[in-house]
């Protein structure tokens, strides 16, 4: 490994400490600057790239992704594969992973603190480490690989050069991913760790808050439900002009991120504090990430705002069944209740660095009336959705006011919880029964609840279609589960729930179809938000379709008979060059070899792109070249050639 400590800097070291004397006292003292972070020692972490020079962040530790939190630094690289990755601390490669997606190709080093640094979406590995990295995919004949090495065998000293950067894996751009682990692989603030490559005095901005009805008395200008304002800036904090009217038990959202000096990415808050009258309602600090838990990310923020817009508002509440521990100091859940007084509201949001940035707006107390002039009154049709218990009828007015739930043992009468001139809204409980149908002027809409599924028990439900395993904690609250057969394009399809409920386990899918279908060529694909088809990579028994998914909403079965496609781009005595793709199931292997004898690939799954990568580098690729690339339906296609 090539050490990053060389004697070309020692010119460098004594300008130094020629004419700037307090620097290196300041990196070696070990005390508090005056933002609170460590101050750099000898034995401290170095950055990873570029030490010593001012490098920009394009992520930062705990900001919010759509399926996990971020657990360290993007560090850019310019747009750039080939930087030099630096060591930060003396230890051990005890680990490396190449794959396809999620980091990629990465580098796990373990030092004498017990921690662990992680450095993802390399290019290549350096020197012996790998040399060994290569042999091993010989070996084993994969280019997917994960090796586990004692703290004899790979030995790191801090400031080694022991990877290029690059974008491997799931990366959306040149850079690298770092984190720094504990002995507990929980994911620490590398910023907390004292680089001073990263400067940072720009403020987080605020962009909207969102608030929300936490139970059926509660009211939001009159209305229940979840609703959205912008917030204005004024100086260098963010203000909502006029009071919004409220009673009963209010949930606060805000749209908010932080802002790095010399960067224009929007990084994660690590720290939210929300005051109600002047007293502390919410406490969120993120210093520390288990990443087992990860996944509870969706019970943070408003996942139906996610779905339907892309945006990630944070949640300043503490919803039922959430996993996180963030949230040391609030009360009643961060749940605000508006009596008969207003509640001034304030939110502080603070960056890594203290750089702060306050919110604040009125909560001012309203009576609960039946007649709602800010209602929207356009005539819709008898339509209804479910919040939590809560579900919630729209009709149009007319001279019956009232709505008959029609449930398996009882009809129920209702009255409007509120109108205006030409909509009226029903409120009812479901968990005190369960309609089969509504019934209002005239209009009948069937609600479909075919079963009601709690959280925090493993449940299965039945039917003569399909059966729906959850395993514990799979939910974050109660589901109220429908599961239909429905017809898309001549294929057969099954809803199952509501994509916009969250999950925060898989669930597991046992479906019989109608028809009968060569279980070799067709697959279940869930049919995303983009009418996209995502392969579930089930499998077939005894005539049903059985697959695992992320996520509820529309399945369906699709035949794959097309062999994937394969482009020669290069294909010579120095290397071999070819993008690949599939044009429904997905590519499921590939493999290559030169006169029988297995060659390397690496594989780049969002350009398609295959490289050769031989075992002695020397070695010219003469003679019979084969490539052989399989979908998950078995279909399969082969290139050949002479390379002379």
């Not at 007084?341 to 960056?351: F, G, H, N, T, Y």
């Not at 707006?361 to 959705?385: H, Q, W």
């Not at 925090?456 to 974050?476: H, I, Q």
């Not at 005894?542 to 097309?562: H, N, R, V, W, Y």
Request: proline residues 4%; hydrophobic residues 35%; charged residues 25%.
């Amino acid at each position: 490994m090539t050490n990053y400590l060389s004697s070309r800097c020692v010119s460098v070291i004594l300008f130094i400490l020629l004419f700037f004397p307090g620097f290196l006292l300041a990196q070696s003292n070990g005390s508090l600057s005056e933002n609170g972070k460590s101050e750099t020692k000898d034995s401290d972490y170095i950055f990873p790239i570029k030490p010593g020079q001012v490098n920009e962040l394009a992520g930062s530790m705990g900001e919010l992704r759509n399926t996990h939190f971020h657990s360290g630094l993007d560090i850019r690289t310019n747009n750039m594969i080939g930087a030099a990755v630096i060591a930060a601390q003396s230890g051990y490669v005890s680990r490396i992973v190449k794959s396809s997606y999620s980091y990629g190709n990465v580098i796990y080093v373990t030092h004498p603190d017990s921690n662990t640094t992680l450095y993802a979406h390399l290019n290549e590995f350096k020197g012996k480490l790998g040399d060994h990295v290569r042999r091993k995919q010989y070996d084993q004949k994969t280019f997917e690989i994960d090796l586990r090495f004692s703290p004899g065998e790979f030995p790191v000293t801090r400031g080694d050069t022991i990877a290029l950067s690059g974008n491997t894996g799931s990366s959306n751009g040149p850079h690298l991913h770092f984190d720094i682990r504990d002995k507990d692989m929980n994911a620490l603030n590398p910023l907390d760790f004292g680089f001073e490559e990263i400067p940072d005095k720009t403020k987080p901005l605020v962009q909207k808050i969102a608030l929300r009805t936490m139970n059926i008395n509660s009211r939001i200008n009159g209305r229940f439900g979840r609703f959205e304002f912008n917030m204005l800036k004024i100086g260098s904090n963010y203000k909502l002009l006029n009071p919004i009217l409220t009673s009963g038990e209010i949930g606060v959202e805000v749209l908010a991120y932080d802002k790095m000096d010399n960067s224009r990415f929007q990084c994660g808050i690590n720290t939210i504090e929300m005051l109600a009258d002047s007293q502390r309602v919410f406490y969120q600090f993120i210093d520390k990430i288990t990443m087992p838990l990860t996944r509870g990310i969706v019970s943070l923020f408003d996942f139906k705002t996610l779905e339907l817009t892309g945006y990630r508002f944070n949640k300043l509440f503490v919803e039922d069944g959430n996993p996180l521990d963030f949230y040391e100091g609030t009360i009643n859940r961060g749940i605000i209740s508006v009596g008969k007084k207003d509640v001034p509201v304030k939110i502080k949001l603070l960056d890594t660095y203290k750089n702060e940035t306050v919110a604040t707006f009125i909560l001012k107390s309203d009576p609960v009336v039946v007649d709602v002039p800010t209602l929207n009154n356009g005539i819709k049709p008898l339509e209804y959705s479910i919040s939590q218990n809560i579900l919630q009828v729209t009709g149009k007015v007319c001279k019956e006011s009232k709505a008959t739930l029609f449930a398996p043992d009882q009809v129920i009468q209702l009255e409007p919880t509120y109108k205006s001139l030409l909509t009226k809204v029903f409120l009812f409980d479901l968990r005190k029964a369960i309609p089969d149908s509504i019934e209002s002027c005239g209009e009948k809409v069937y609600l479909k609840i075919n079963d009601v599924v709690p959280s925090g028990t493993e449940y299965t439900y039945y039917s003569k279609d399909a059966s729906v395993f959850f395993p514990d904690s799979a939910l974050f609250d109660t589901l109220y589960l429908s599961v239909g057969k429905n017809g898309i394009r001549n294929n057969e399809t099954i809803k199952i729930g509501n994509r916009l409920v969250p999950l925060m386990k898989d669930i597991k899918v046992e479906w019989k179809p109608q028809k009968e279908y060569d279980t070799q060529k067709n697959a279940v694909y869930r049919i995303d938000n983009g009418n996209r088809y995502i392969n579930l990579a089930g499998k077939w028994e005894g005539g049903k379709a059985i697959f695992s998914t992320k996520g509820l909403g529309e399945f369906t079965i699709l035949p794959d008979t097309i062999p994937p496609s394969i482009l020669r781009i290069a294909c010579n005595q120095t290397y071999a060059r070819f993008k690949i793709a599939d044009n429904l199931s997905g590519i499921y292997s590939f493999e290559a070899s030169v006169n029988g004898e297995w060659l390397l690939m690496n594989y780049d799954y969002k350009t398609g792109i295959l490289l050769s990568e031989k075992l002695d580098r020397k070695q010219a690729l003469k003679g019979d070249f084969q490539l052989k690339v399989t979908d998950y339906c078995g279909n399969e296609k082969i290139y050949k050639q002479k390379i002379l």
